[in-house]
């Protein structure tokens, strides 16, 4: 019996910054328009020469070096993106080759902003089931490179960037001990055309641009995530008051703050990133938990609820033990 263990957590962020104001310039919006819809201030834009597997690389490195462990450790790699850089083969290599792996898989899963929580679950998977004992888990995206600029309902929303965080086998399975305690994965694909990208290799041989009905998505992400949330608090025979951190898929401001409502915690309890980092789709919830990490916020032993939902509709959960 093993048990996966987060023992580090990476991120990355470009260079370039582009806020509301700057923005406003080029679409009929405004600061105060994109502020009290979404709680957003600014993104990250990646630059024209970074691909999504630079930004990976950048936040694998920084986990790795969180956690103290070597590349010639890891065994398997698992990037969650909705922007690869090919349609073929995986980021997932891509990364894995520039970090000088030559051993175990390495391979990209695709389920848009509930990237990450899948991710996690296919490492905790594999890690409980014996087959691998050191995963790189990485949410890396460049929805940039997707989105309509002229779109002021979407265009405002999304950023770039990249979240890793490194599992690791233990034995300790007992009551109490550190490591990722469940998780819950769902998809109904019956509304895949709420949010979507209108391009692909097999449909239209193009990249195709995000298209969003924000309403629904919004009216929907409410129910499936509270769900989500009570899912993962019976399966642990836990009570909102015994999470520690809610860190949630930083989509907007008012989904987060309804998710909080129902667990009847207080605001400093969640970890919030949007205002700084936008939508960064499969990235925001391991950025979220890189920089909650890192500044002293999450400490080991607390218990961490991540959740998110994103196009399909796909949508999860998992709680942790830090």
């Known amino acids: 019996m093993f048990r996966s263990q987060i023992a580090g957590c990476g991120s990355y962020l470009p260079e370039r910054i582009l806020g509301n104001e700057e923005l406003a310039k080029t679409v009929d919006t405004s600061d105060e328009w994109i502020v009290s819809r979404t709680g957003i201030r600014q993104r ?20 790795l070096a969180s956690a103290g462990v070597g590349t010639d450790e890891v065994d398997l790699i698992v990037v969650a993106t909705a922007t690869p850089d090919n349609t073929f083969p995986a980021t997932a290599a891509t990364v894995q080759a520039k970090l000088g792996i030559t051993r175990g898989a390495a391979f990209d899963i695709q389920a848009v902003c509930s990237g990450f929580v899948y991710g996690l679950a296919v490492g905790d998977n594999f890690i409980k089931a014996g087959q691998f004992k050191t995963a790189l888990v990485i949410g890396a995206e460049t929805f940039s490179r997707i989105l309509d600029w002229q779109d002021r309902g979407t265009c405002v929303l999304f950023g770039d960037g990249a979240g890793a965080v490194v599992l690791r086998a233990s034995k300790d399975v007992t009551n109490g001990a550190r490591g990722v305690l469940s998780t819950h994965l769902h998809t109904d694909g019956r509304y895949r055309d709420l949010l979507f990208v209108d391009g692909g290799p097999s449909a239209t041989q193009t990249v195709g641009q995000l298209r969003m009905s924000g309403r629904d998505v919004f009216k929907h992400a409410v129910g499936f995530l509270s769900a989500a949330v009570d899912e993962a608090l019976e399966a ?33 309890r969640m970890v919030c990133t949007i205002e700084r980092h936008a939508n960064t789709s499969a990235a ?39």
Do not use: C, Y
Not at 44 to 63: C, F, N, V, Y
Not at 249 to 268: C, E, F, S, V
């Open 44 to 63: 990250h834009i990646a630059a024209p020469d970074q691909k999504t597997s630079d930004l990976a690389i950048a936040a694998a490195e920084a986990a």
């Open 284 to 322: 925001s919830i391991p950025l979220a938990l890189a920089e909650a990490s890192g500044d002293g916020r999450i400490q080991p032993g607390q218990i961490v609820l991540i959740e998110g939902m994103g196009g399909g509709f796909t949508w999860g959960s998992a709680m942790i033990r830090w």
């Open 236 to 268: 642990n025979g836990m009570a909102p008051d015994n999470i520690d951190w809610l860190v949630p898929h930083q989509a907007n401001k008012r989904i987060m703050d309804a998710t909080l409502r129902k667990l009847g915690m207080p605001a400093d």
